[in-house]
Structure formats: structure tokens, C-alpha cells
């Protein structure tokens, strides 16, 4: 528990406005998208990197539990205090764009500037940051590092790990380290900032970012591709990337996600023959660029079973070909009261197996698992929908259907999250996908740089 003099200290570092203990902050900073709920013992907002070291080390000297958060948009539990301790909080004063080097093509953030700040402040002066996450409107770029998030545009550009050049970031016992350099090459010394890439906050506190930038497309175009079924299209998906198309994105949407959006969306205009679509943007400097990534496209999607392909004429049909897939998940919440939402990896190869598998699973248990999202890297949003979330059997047999999707995943040579991480809610399951000698060099990874277990302990199952 965190004392007076404990809260004196943090007063003492950070100022009074600073620092919250009562009933309402600890509510406000309780929970994430997972619903959970975790009572912190406070709220402390640091300033800047030396606020944070002071706080560290003082927390390390007293045992004091620490959960590094940014907006709290995750859906694992990674930024929940499920064992007590302060929040620190980054997003109130740790949130500026400190730098685009134009020269150099690098963005320099503190870790409370949100995603989509970034994105409009870079594009400003053409250059283009690609990560972008469905919370891009208010996720922070440390919980996109810290989560290593994915995106629509992973398909082409990749995800964050392969934009982050160098860190600054703060040890549990207060030192401060830089990971890293602006250099395009650097391999002086181990890789200490991959590390601490999807640590989820538990090996050190992220002060600073240096991210690579690219120049901003000239032209792009949306795409979207019809399929009489979803095992059409996701074949379509590896062996059109493999003829050489290379879309910005390739997004799909089964069966059941077209039903649910012809009910709840009745507005949006679908293909009436559609099992399955992929939807997505090509870009390039020059039209021409475009015009042929669409006809490889169009070719490859029409040897592999499409039955139409529909290019936007404007922003406008470009915006309603989008709605369709950014509405996906309000959609599915026809098919039950509770939503046991996984991300699940595979290769793109296996998407046609995985997702007739995960059906199968499905229909075992009595539910409807509809499924889509970022096709065009193998990684699929599995719903498993729970009819009634009051009824404890339907409760345990959806979690028996989630925990035989992740082994089935696992044998494919797939992975348990492809974008979301694992924090609490899939720490149970990190044996399915490692073996204990994994495990257990995870374990002396997190041991090497937090010897006292104070920094946000217990997540990934570590």
C-alpha cells in the first residue's frame, strides 16, 4: 500500500496538481478496453525524464509497484495496476513532438503523443509515418511501442518495430539509457531497444522515441475485392501477394461479418452475392504506379475465384468501401451479448485452413465465430460470440473454444497476438505458444533489468 510519506515523496518530485490518490482518479485509471478492473493505490503524472527517474528509483527502493500507462486503449490488460502500485501516467505533460529531421527523415516524440498527432504533424511537411493502429486517434506512440501495435498499412509498410530507430527510456533502478541511434545502421552492442519493443512497460519506462519516417505518397487508391465465399478470398489474399501485387492494405470481412453488417447497417451498400470481401489501398508516386497495382490485383483476385472488383471513383466511395470494415467489430455484437475477442497470427499461406478450422471450432461449441481483419499479414480478429454472458457453462465453453483456436494457430506455425500483446488476459496461455526454456529466458530478461519485480509485475505471465 502506498502510504503518506510515500505520496509526500511524489508531491515533493512532481508537484500536488500531480499527483492523485482519490476515489475518482483511481476509477478513471482502473480499467482498459478489456472492461477489467484494477484499483490503483495512485495516480502520478511525471513532467519529464527526471521526474520519472526519481519516481523509479524511489519506487525500487520501497517496493512500490509501477504501471507505465499511455491512453489505457489496450485490450489485453497491459496497462491494468492488477497488483496494486501507482500509475504513471504520460499522457498529461510527456506528450510533444520534439523534432521531424528533415535531413536525417526521423520524427523525435515523447511517449504521451498520440499516434494520429504524429501522423498529421509529419504529413504537414510530406513525410509519412505508416504505423497506423485502429486507436490511432488517441492510442500513444509508447503504448504502440510498448505493444509493438500493427495496422492496415502493415501489409506493405510493416508494423512499429520496423519504424523505431532509438529509445530513451528509464531502469527501475532510476538510470536512464539510450537505445539506439538515428544511424539507418547501428549493430554496436546488443539490440536493447527490440527488447524493450512489445515488453508491454515490464523492463524499463520509455521517455523518448526516434522513429523513421518515408516520403508521403503522391497517389492512392482504394480497392475492394468480391468473393463468393471467405475461403475464395483468402486464398486470394497469399497467392495475389505472391504474383506481385503489393497493396497498403488488404483487409477481408467473412460470411458472418457481411450478414451482420447488412442487419445492423442496413444503409451500407454490399455486394447481395458476397461470402467474403478484401478491401484495401495501393499507393504509389505516379498513377500509373496505381493503375497497375490495381490490374495486378483485379487479375490475380479473378484467377483465384472473385466474382467482382470495385475500384473507388472518389474519396467519398473510397470513405463507404472503408465503412464496411471499420464497422466489422460493432457489427458482430448481433451474435451474442459477450465478445471473446482474440488476435490471432498465422502465415498467410494458412489463412484458408486457419479460418476453416476456427469455424470448425466453433460449430463445436455451439457459437458463431465471426472473423476479420488484416488479411494481407495473417492476422485475423477471431469473435467467438457468447450467446449469454450470464450463463457460467456458455462462459466456460467459449474460453475452451479460445484456448483450442491458440493451439491450433500455434501448430500452423502461427502466433497468440499479432498486434494486441499479452498481458493479463492471455498470460495463461504463453505455454501453448513457448517452451519452458523460452519461458524461463524471458523470465531472466525481466529479472536482469528489474531484480525487485516493480515494474508493471505479473504481465505476460513473467
Same mark, same amino acid.
Given at each position: 500500500m502506498i502510504d503518506e510519506a510515500h505520496l509526500d515523496y511524489f508531491i515533493s518530485v512532481v508537484g500536488e496538481d500531480n499527483v492523485k490518490s482519490d476515489k475518482a482518479h483511481k476509477i478513471a485509471y482502473c480499467y482498459d478496453a478489456t472492461k477489467e478492473r484494477f484499483e490503483p493505490d495512485a495516480v502520478v503524472f511525471p513532467r519529464d525524464e527526471q521526474d520519472v527517474s526519481k519516481i523509479v528509483k524511489y519506487c525500487n527502493e520501497h517496493k512500490i509497484i509501477i504501471v507505465p500507462r499511455g491512453a489505457g486503449s489496450g485490450f489485453t490488460g497491459g496497462a491494468l495496476p492488477a497488483n496494486g502500485g501507482i500509475i504513471l501516467s504520460l499522457e498529461r505533460h510527456m506528450n510533444k513532438l520534439l523534432e521531424i529531421d528533415m535531413q536525417n527523415l526521423v520524427g523525435v516524440v515523447q511517449p504521451g503523443l498520440i499516434n494520429m498527432q504524429f501522423q498529421k504533424a509529419v504529413e504537414e511537411v510530406g513525410l509519412f509515418y505508416p504505423p497506423d493502429p485502429a486507436s490511432e486517434e488517441y492510442s500513444t506512440l509508447g503504448g504502440n511501442v510498448s505493444e509493438n501495435a500493427g495496422g492496415m498499412r502493415a501489409a506493405k509498410y510493416g508494423i512499429t518495430k520496423d519504424y523505431v530507430m532509438a529509445l530513451r527510456a528509464v531502469l527501475p533502478n532510476g538510470e536512464i539509457i539510450t537505445c539506439g541511434k538515428k544511424t539507418i545502421k547501428d549493430v554496436a552492442g546488443y539490440n536493447t531497444a527490440g527488447i524493450l519493443i512489445a515488453s508491454e512497460g515490464t523492463l524499463a519506462i520509455i521517455t523518448e522515441i526516434t522513429l523513421k519516417l518515408i516520403p508521403k505518397p503522391k497517389f492512392k487508391q482504394t480497392y475492394m475485392g468480391v468473393f463468393p465465399d471467405v475461403n475464395k478470398a483468402m486464398n486470394a489474399v497469399f497467392k495475389s501477394l505472391a504474383s506481385g501485387a503489393n497493396p497498403v492494405a488488404m483487409e477481408f470481412l467473412d460470411t458472418l461479418v457481411i450478414k451482420a453488417l447488412k442487419q445492423k447497417f442496413p444503409q451500407v451498400e454490399l455486394p447481395e452475392n458476397a461470402g467474403g470481401i478484401l478491401v484495401g489501398d495501393?499507393?504509389?508516386?505516379?498513377?500509373?504506379?496505381?493503375?497497375?497495382?490495381? @490490374?495486378?490485383?483485379?487479375?490475380?483476385?479473378?484467377? +483465384?475465384?472473385?466474382?467482382?472488383?470495385?475500384?473507388?471513383?472518389?474519396?467519398? #466511395?473510397?470513405?463507404?468501401?472503408? /465503412?464496411?470494415?471499420? *464497422?466489422?467489430?460493432?457489427?458482430?455484437?448481433?451474435?451474442?451479448?459477450?465478445?471473446?475477442?482474440?488476435?490471432?497470427?498465422?502465415?498467410?499461406?494458412?489463412?484458408?485452413?486457419?479460418?476453416?478450422?476456427?469455424?470448425?471450432?466453433?460449430?463445436? +461449441?455451439? /457459437? *458463431?465465430?465471426?472473423?476479420?481483419? #488484416?488479411?494481407?499479414?495473417?492476422?485475423?480478429?477471431?469473435?467467438?460470440?457468447?450467446?449469454?454472458? !450470464?450463463?457460467?457453462?456458455?462462459? !466456460?465453453?467459449? #474460453?475452451?473454444?479460445?484456448?483450442?483456436?491458440?493451439?491450433?494457430?500455434?501448430?500452423?506455425?502461427?502466433?497468440?497476438?499479432? @498486434? #494486441?500483446?499479452?498481458?493479463?488476459?492471455?498470460?495463461?496461455?504463453?505455454?501453448?505458444?513457448?517452451?519452458?526454456? @523460452?519461458?524461463?529466458?524471458?523470465?531472466?530478461?525481466?529479472?536482469?533489468?528489474?531484480?525487485?519485480?516493480?515494474l508493471n509485475p505479473f504481465k505476460m505471465g513473467l
Open positions: 495501393v499507393d504509389g508516386s505516379s498513377q500509373a504506379e496505381i493503375d497497375s497495382q490495381l @490490374e495486378t490485383l483485379k487479375e490475380a483476385f479473378a484467377n +483465384y475465384g472473385s466474382i467482382d472488383f470495385i475500384v473507388a471513383k472518389d474519396e467519398n #466511395h473510397a470513405k463507404s468501401l472503408w /465503412f464496411a470494415r471499420r *464497422n466489422a467489430s460493432p457489427a458482430t455484437a448481433i451474435y451474442g451479448t459477450k465478445k471473446l475477442n482474440e488476435d490471432i497470427s498465422v502465415p498467410r499461406s494458412k489463412l484458408p485452413e486457419a479460418l476453416d478450422e476456427i469455424y470448425k471450432i466453433g460449430e463445436k +461449441y455451439g /457459437f *458463431n465465430v465471426p472473423c476479420f481483419g #488484416h488479411a494481407g499479414d495473417g492476422n485475423i480478429h477471431v469473435n467467438v460470440m457468447v450467446k449469454d454472458k !450470464e450463463n457460467p457453462k456458455e462462459m !466456460e465453453d467459449g #474460453h475452451k473454444a479460445i484456448e483450442e483456436i491458440f493451439k491450433l494457430v500455434v501448430s500452423m506455425g502461427g502466433t497468440l497476438s499479432g @498486434e #494486441h500483446g499479452i498481458g493479463l488476459s492471455k498470460a495463461p496461455f504463453m505455454n501453448i505458444a513457448f517452451n519452458e526454456a @523460452e519461458l524461463e529466458l524471458f523470465r531472466s530478461i525481466k529479472k536482469a533489468f528489474d531484480p525487485n519485480n516493480i
